[in-house]
């Protein structure tokens, strides 16, 4: 696999951060805060994930999903040991939550992963992190868009890194997933297959191979 060019996802995060509350304003649901410090956790967690691209490491392997979860861990609290003292006990909670809920997500991907467009693929692995009960404690919608471009650069897809034009879309979207499960059984399955269509659709028209290294 190619990896990722860290400068030009930060450069697209950035100008995200400095449009945020403009975009926020335009959500059919508002988000919490984005802050500097969510910006420069994401970019340390995209250079955690070209250190496995190295290695060659298969994030849904048993080792890799170790490395999965500290995906989420950088997410939050970035790679300071300080502030990891700090959100021991929570990122321990973390932790077993994924435990409990990445089995039937991971054993989808490997049922998929090689006969799946990679649109579907990706889109897969998200709509089942972000719907209700969520994959992780917190941060499913930026860890779960990291995993997503590593799926989706798995299958020789470019990636797709939030920017400004394209973030009110993808935002709504993920909004919709992350709601349609809601307890009702009949309401999702009628629903659930339309918001994934939709984002399959929005991810091949969005990604962008200037967020990866050139060979």
Same mark, same amino acid.
């Given at each position: 696999?190619?990896?990722?060019?860290?400068?030009?996802?930060?450069?697209?995060?950035? &100008?995200?951060? &400095?449009?945020?509350?403009?975009?926020?304003?335009? *959500? &059919? =649901?508002?988000?919490? /805060?984005?802050?500097?410090?969510?910006?420069?956790? =994401?970019?340390? &967690? +995209? !250079?955690?994930?070209?250190?496995?691209? %190295?290695?060659?490491?298969?994030?849904?392997? #048993?080792? $890799?999903?170790?490395?999965?979860?500290?995906?989420?861990?950088? @997410?939050?609290? $970035?790679?300071?040991?300080?502030? !990891? /003292?700090?959100?021991? %006990?929570?990122?321990?909670?973390?932790?077993?939550?994924?435990?409990?809920?990445?089995?039937? =997500?991971?054993?989808?991907?490997?049922?998929? !992963?090689? %006969?799946?467009?990679?649109?579907? *693929?990706?889109?897969?692995? +998200?709509?089942?992190?972000?719907?209700?009960?969520?994959?992780?404690?917190? $941060?499913?919608?930026?860890?779960?868009? =990291? @995993?997503?471009?590593?799926?989706?650069?798995?299958?020789?897809?470019? #990636?797709?890194?939030?920017?400004?034009d394209t973030a009110p879309t993808y935002l709504d979207i993920s909004g919709d997933i992350k709601f349609t499960e809601n307890g009702?059984?009949?309401?999702?399955?009628?629903?659930?297959? $339309?918001?994934?269509?939709?984002?399959?659709?929005?991810?091949?028209?969005? @990604?962008?191979? %200037?967020?990866?290294?050139? !060979?």
């Amino acid at each position: 696999m190619k990896l990722f060019e860290l400068r030009a996802i930060e450069d697209s995060l950035q &100008a995200f951060l &400095a449009e945020f509350p403009r975009i926020n304003d335009r *959500l &059919a =649901i508002r988000r919490e /805060e984005l802050t500097p410090q969510m910006v420069d956790n =994401i970019v340390e &967690a +995209y !250079r955690f994930l070209n250190t496995l691209l %190295e290695k060659e490491m298969d994030l849904f392997t #048993p080792a $890799g999903l170790h490395a999965l979860v500290e995906l989420n861990h950088i @997410v939050l609290c $970035g790679v300071e040991s300080e502030t !990891r /003292e700090q959100y021991y %006990e929570h990122l321990q909670e973390t932790r077993r939550t994924f435990i409990r809920q990445i089995r039937e =997500i991971k054993d989808w991907v490997l049922k998929n !992963r090689k %006969e799946s467009n990679p649109w579907r *693929l990706a889109t897969g692995f +998200y709509s089942r992190a972000l719907s209700r009960p969520q994959l992780f404690l917190e $941060g499913n919608h930026r860890t779960g868009n =990291i @995993v997503l471009n590593y799926l989706l650069i798995s299958r020789e897809s470019p #990636p797709y890194i939030v920017s400004v034009d394209t973030a009110p879309t993808y935002l709504d979207i993920s909004g919709d997933i992350k709601f349609t499960e809601n307890g009702n059984y009949l309401d999702t399955a009628l629903r659930m297959p $339309g918001h994934r269509k939709r984002f399959q659709a929005f991810l091949r028209d969005t @990604v962008n191979p %200037e967020f990866l290294c050139p !060979r």
